[in-house]
């Protein structure tokens, strides 16, 4: 029976033929935490009274989300993940190294695996062809012990894309978009699988991106086959043995395939205080932002950087408008560095804070005074979640960011393209 | 049987709306992280619940992050179940995992002070103060099981591992 990339990656990993419904135990290939939800989950370990991790190779404990730290107790908290990991021996990567979800693309996360973190956004991974899924403290304490966890193995809704993006627009254009159409509920319980030719197309970069808010849609994950572009980005990665190619079969079962044509889409921004509240930027034109963020696991890779240097060269921020970008690895900064972005953006009057989290979850860098907007590249806009439920948070892409950092005023970026 | 009343909240009720991230400092501090909880959506939440009360909600209750810390402080401030017309995928495994009954169903009737009697057993919701009767979506079989051991950690201390 033909299956989708989701039953084919469960299947596979419960030695079951898993079907859309089915509940199964399934081999967990990577598990991990970051540092607001690792301390819970090492307490829970630790109490659970397991006596090993079951893979310290593929077991890690990010410090992304406060890196460097604020606070004397995020601190304390930083101390038990090192501490954890030096008894228990898995990995750890520490302040500065970068977003979790960043780092695990760069260099964990295959197509074909089963990758499984306390942090929403695992589902970023999906763009590799992995089945990536985001859980709480407890199931990643048990997921650290027994290198297995349960599924219900989702339906799954097919998008399909096709045509060619018009200059000024991107993927974040499109995962906007869709989560405009289909709702923030709009994939509860199920997975997202994208293809069409824009999508065969499209750099990892991208996917990233499109994988990476799958969830704001509810979806468990958001997959791609893996291709030969997924090659090509291992290889570059140094783990081209890393790569097999993955897709769904031809007659799959889908719950619903929603088609979405790339020429029509136009620059698409978030207004607080959801994700599928959506609109064109062109319609927004005048709203005034006192922040520009530039960075996070949606939006922070290099090529992200690269466009929004590409808008921002030669010019600088508007006076009462603040640019903060955070590259969201120390991979990604330093070939921001190579490259001349990074000085282009400070040229431009950006604040380049630590690859990490940054500003996005309102605990420091960043966070917004009472009244204020933020356009942010980054994938959540609820009330309160850049650290003041009083403030207002917009979403869009990078280029679309970079243009309002320059006329302090929401921009459709094709004005300045 | 549960018995409570009900505290009622509209659609949408992110994490952030629960514990937001600015509160991230206080989250190995769990007793303090609680007096917090739903703070975003209404400041006198937590002074006013009554151990056995019940949360009601809308829609994709729950949205956002995947913090644990969500459920547990609800659970925390005596809530003895969740009710909602739809709940976000990681929260409902989170408020199983962490004994937390999570139950599905159409919420509309329900107002804000009612008095619910709840039936986990025979599926059933009584509204005591408007005299309805509603059913809940039926819980996977692995959920109830682990809800019946009073959450994850202590389904697998007892089995040691997942039994389907």
């Known amino acids: ?417 | 049987m549960l018995e409570g009343r009900v505290f009622k909240f509209g659609d949408n009720i992110s994490t952030d709306h629960i514990v937001p991230g600015r509160l991230a400092h206080l989250r190995s501090n769990l007793p303090e992280l609680a007096k917090h909880v739903l703070e975003d959506a209404d400041a006198t939440f937590a002074s006013r619940v009554n151990l056995g009360d019940f949360l009601v909600a809308g829609v994709n209750f729950g949205l956002g992050s995947s913090r644990e810390h969500a459920a547990m402080v609800i659970k925390m401030a005596g809530m003895s179940a969740v009710l909602a017309k739809s709940v976000a995928r990681i929260f409902f495994r989170n408020a199983i995992n962490l004994g937390l009954p999570v139950l599905i169903c159409d919420t509309d009737g329900i107002d804000d002070g009612d008095e619910l009697h709840i039936d986990l057993a025979a599926g059933t919701i009584r509204d005591i103060t408007n005299g309805s009767q509603l059913t809940f979506k039926k819980i996977p079989e692995i959920m109830l099981r682990i809800l019946d051991e009073g959450g994850l950690m202590p389904y697998i201390k007892k089995y040691g591992d997942f039994k389907l």
């Open chain 1, 1 to 417: 029976m033909a299956k989708t990339l989701a039953e084919k990656i469960l299947s596979h990993k419960s030695g079951l033929d898993a079907r859309a419904g089915d509940i199964v135990v399934a081999q967990v290939d990577l598990a991990f935490v970051q540092d607001t939800t690792g301390p819970l989950t090492l307490r829970e370990f630790e109490a659970g009274g397991f006596d090993q991790l079951a893979d310290k190779e593929r077991t890690i404990l990010f410090l992304d989300h406060a890196a460097p730290s604020p606070n004397q107790q995020l601190s304390t908290d930083h101390i038990l993940l090192r501490r954890f990991a030096e008894k228990r021996g898995c990995l750890l990567s520490d302040v500065g190294q970068g977003v979790c979800h960043q780092i695990v693309a760069e260099s964990f996360a295959r197509p074909g695996d089963i990758v499984v973190g306390a942090d929403s956004h695992t589902v970023t991974a999906g763009a590799l062809g992995a089945f990536a899924t985001g859980m709480g403290s407890s199931d990643i304490a048990v997921a650290f012990a027994l290198g297995k966890t349960w599924f219900r193995v989702p339906e799954t809704i097919r998008v399909v894309t096709s045509g060619s993006f018009q200059k000024g627009v991107y993927a974040k254009d499109l995962i906007l978009h869709l989560i405009g159409q289909i709702g923030a509920d709009g994939a509860t319980y199920k997975a997202l699988e994208f293809g069409g030719d824009a999508v065969d197309l499209m750099p990892i970069s991208d996917r990233l991106t499109i994988a990476n808010m799958s969830v704001e849609a509810g979806a468990k994950a958001g997959l791609f086959a893996a291709d030969d572009l997924t090659r090509d980005y291992l290889t570059k990665q140094e783990r081209g043995n890393d790569y097999q190619p993955i897709a769904p079969d031809n007659d799959a079962s889908y719950q619903k395939t929603i088609d979405i044509d790339a020429v029509g889409l136009e620059p698409t921004v978030s207004r607080p205080h959801s994700v599928d509240n959506t609109a064109l930027a062109r319609e927004l034109e005048g709203t005034r932002i006192q922040q520009v963020f530039i960075g996070t696991c949606t939006n922070g890779r290099l090529e992200d950087l690269a466009v929004a240097a590409s808008i921002l060269k030669g010019k600088k921020r508007h006076p009462q408008t603040r640019l903060i970008v955070a590259p969201a690895s120390r991979k990604v900064l330093l070939e921001a560095i190579e490259t001349g972005y990074i000085k282009t953006l400070v040229e431009a009057e950006a604040v380049i804070i630590s690859p990490g989290c940054g500003a996005c979850l309102g605990l420091h860098q960043g966070v917004l005074g009472d009244g204020e907007a933020c356009l942010s590249t980054a994938n959540r806009n609820f009330k309160g979640r850049m650290g003041n439920p009083e403030a207002f948070i917009y979403l869009a892409s990078p280029a679309t960011a970079a243009a309002t950092a320059i006329t302090g005023r929401i921009t459709d970026p094709r004005e300045v393209l």
